[in-house]
């Protein structure tokens, strides 16, 4: 064939064409009905895919079907195509479709702060998403206004007066207070809008590893390496008690929703959950193989997650106090987790990755990456857009829906 029939056969802006793998001339019609639609759908080319549910609607419950697939799709591109083609269909099964699908398919990283000389070891996020507190290895911590899509984020304060590396932060429910403990095994209490230090408690022989508020702004609970939980009147500065019963280090406590019940893991792989009022242990699992080194509790107080240096996540039941299931999937420390708002999402950070799980039935939901090291700590706002993760890398990255 020659060459100038060959071009003559080349469709031109103004033909019409069957679908194949290529996107459509500019201005061309496509033709071949649904069945076209559908090989559009299977190409390789994102803009194709795109295309093709922009007019698979055309085509009635076969194209809806093809549309409620996008949403599976690997691009995230076609992914938000999908979403806003469905977002306003009234079908039984339309709704539920996106009902069950997690937002957390479409985070992307939108920002990047670097302040901090060295790693990232805890975060505390304002309720709203826009005050954010960053500890690091370098004995500060930041405090970042995260800003709005048109306004940048910015650096507002930095809080500084440990004199060893910062091991956890916490910013109490009304955003008043920060409490902060260090490898120096003092805990400091700061105001969290000024930066003034309020308070500086000592009494843990130990570095101090975790530091809580409790809901109501009344009562600390720290977690150190001297094996000790203690709890504090943050009023006063007081100690009002000691837990007793871990064998080795205290890596993290946390405080169910309702702030009656204290859990805390260890390096001697168990978890402990206490009565806060009593100080007396409610429960002890054990089932991890290595040390644990964090956990979350959902919002309803029923369920316990933890995650440990075996690299799995167990999911456990704080009114039987039995294991439900175990995760698997990361292939490093699990150094972090949290529980949406809403108790269906389980967040959890590792090496290189942050993983997101439908923590009803345990089923992954995706992957984020975008850290080169260790993710050391992740924190979420309460209406789940926003999501922060810091780690050794010294960078923190903003997740949120572009």
């Known amino acids: 064939m020659s060459a100038a029939k060959q071009h003559h056969q080349q469709p031109t802006a103004k033909d019409a064409v069957l679908g194949g793998q290529i996107t459509p001339p500019l201005g061309g019609v496509v033709l071949g009905g649904i069945a076209g639609v559908k090989q559009r759908f299977h190409s390789p080319a994102i803009a194709s895919r795109i295309a093709s549910l922009r007019e698979a609607l055309n085509h009635?419950?076969?194209?809806?079907?093809?549309?409620?697939?996008?949403?599976?799709?690997?691009?995230?591109?076609?992914?938000?195509?999908?979403?806003?083609?469905?977002?306003?269909?009234?079908?039984?099964?339309?709704?539920?479709?996106?009902?069950?699908?997690?937002?957390?398919?479409?985070?992307?990283?939108?920002?990047?702060?670097?302040?901090?000389?060295?790693?990232?070891v805890s975060l505390a996020l304002s309720a709203n998403g826009r005050i954010l507190y960053s500890a690091g290895a370098d004995f500060s911590i930041k405090v970042w206004d995260l800003g709005t899509d048109r306004n940048p984020h910015k650096l507002i304060g930095s809080i500084r007066g440990h004199n060893h590396r910062i091991t956890s932060i916490a910013l109490s429910a009304n955003g008043r207070l920060l409490a902060s403990g260090s490898r120096d095994k003092t805990i400091k209490l700061w105001d969290a809008r000024s930066g003034k230090e309020l308070l500086t408690l000592t009494g843990h022989i130990g570095y101090v590893n975790s530091v809580a508020i409790t809901p109501d702004g009344k009562t600390l609970v720290t977690g150190s390496q001297d094996t000790t939980i203690k709890l504090w009147d943050i009023k006063t500065g007081t100690k009002i008690r000691t837990l007793r019963g871990h064998?080795?280090?205290?890596?993290?406590?946390?405080?169910?929703?309702?702030?009656?019940?204290?859990?805390?893991?260890?390096w001697d792989t168990t978890i402990r959950v206490w009565d806060l009022v009593s100080g007396k242990q409610r429960w002890e699992f054990i089932g991890h193989s290595a040390r644990v080194l964090s956990f979350a509790i959902s919002p309803d107080g029923r369920t316990l997650v933890s995650g440990s240096l075996d690299t799995r996540i167990k999911v456990w039941d704080l009114q039987t106090g039995k294991a439900i299931r175990t995760l698997e999937g990361h292939w490093g420390w699990v150094k972090s987790l949290i529980v949406s708002r809403d108790g269906k999402t389980l967040i959890s950070a590792s090496y290189k990755e942050i993983r997101v799980w439908n923590l009803e039935t345990g089923e992954p939901i995706q992957v984020l990456t975008g850290h080169i090291n260790l993710i050391n700590a992740i924190a979420l706002s309460h209406d789940g857009q926003t999501l922060v993760s810091g780690g050794e890398d010294s960078n923190i990255h903003i997740w949120r829906v572009p």
């Open 60 to 120: 009635g419950e076969a194209g809806l079907n093809l549309v409620l697939q996008g949403l599976q799709d690997h691009s995230l591109s076609v992914q938000r195509t999908a979403l806003l083609l469905l977002w306003r269909r009234s079908e039984p099964h339309v709704r539920q479709a996106l009902a069950d699908y997690s937002q957390y398919h479409l985070f992307d990283i939108v920002d990047t702060l670097q302040g901090h000389a060295s790693a990232i």
């Open 247 to 266: 064998t080795s280090l205290v890596d993290s406590v946390a405080l169910s929703p309702d702030g009656k019940a204290i859990a805390s893991c260890s």
